[in-house]
């Protein structure tokens, strides 16, 4: 939604939570996103400013999204073992901390492909490994080459960089105002945490590490540790 008069002390959030502030044409605008899992009904854009509050209601409706059918030869990545298990725990508290990452700065919000290939997954499907039901895919598969250079979609800095039981190598960038891109199953990571990136920057390469059926990258965005579809940047 656009904001009028919007200076740094206005506070605009969506459903309670923080939205990603950015500036574009000379208009400043509040971006939120709705989680797949989100139910059915109206979600509120909060705007307060000067002692007074703004309320603008969104419609969320029903969205059947299709599925997806996959094998994957190593049955430890749909059924891990104990061991696995506490891997992927721990994993879980990096990968949150990384999600819900803030920074005060505003995102250029106009990003660029990463690689530039066929798009094998859309956002949203609902996925089936090995005939089991995961988590719904809630990022982009973008098929290149395995070795492929991944760049930087925007100006960020990197927030977490590593092995994932699931993700494989990957890598979080964090863009401002908690627009945070995130980059899986790569081959090799050519960042870590600290480093400043401008937009095209080398991040590493594609690759097919992690919980995959071949080489992609697995290109995912969230604004305030909510995921979304990451085409509504992309040009
Ligand atoms: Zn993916």
Do not use: C
């Not at 409706?61 to 430890?76: F, L, P, S, V």
């Not at 999600?99 to 859309?122: A, T």
């Amino acid at each position: 939604m656009d904001l009028k008069n919007y200076t740094p002390e206005t506070r605009i959030t969506f459903d309670n939570r923080k939205t990603t502030i950015f500036k574009q044409d000379d208009a400043w605008y509040a971006l939120a996103a709705i989680p797949l899992k989100a139910k059915p009904g109206t979600y509120d854009f909060k705007i307060q400013q000067d002692g007074s509050t703004r309320v603008s209601g969104v419609e969320v409706r029903d969205k059947k999204y299709q599925e997806q059918h996959m094998t994957i030869k190593n049955k430890r990545k749909v059924n891990p073992n104990e061991q696995d298990m506490q891997r992927i725990t721990s994993e879980r508290v990096l990968k949150r901390a990384a999600k819900n990452h803030w920074s005060d700065s505003y995102p250029d919000v106009d990003l660029i492909w990463p690689v530039s290939g066929e798009i094998s997954s859309i956002y949203g499907l609902r996925r089936f490994f090995n005939e089991q039901e995961r988590n719904p895919h809630n990022g982009l598969d973008i098929a290149a080459p395995e070795g492929t250079d991944i760049k930087a979609p925007a100006d960020g800095t990197v927030i977490e960089a590593g092995d994932f039981f699931f993700s494989g190598n990957m890598v979080y960038v964090d863009h401002g105002q908690g627009l945070i891109s995130l980059y899986a199953h790569m081959s090799r990571i050519d960042v870590k945490p600290g480093d400043e990136l401008r937009r095209g920057d080398n991040l590493g390469a594609v690759g097919q590490t992690g919980r995959v059926t071949g080489a992609h990258l697995h290109f995912a965005v969230m604004t305030n540790g909510i995921l979304f579809d990451p085409l509504y940047l992309l040009p």
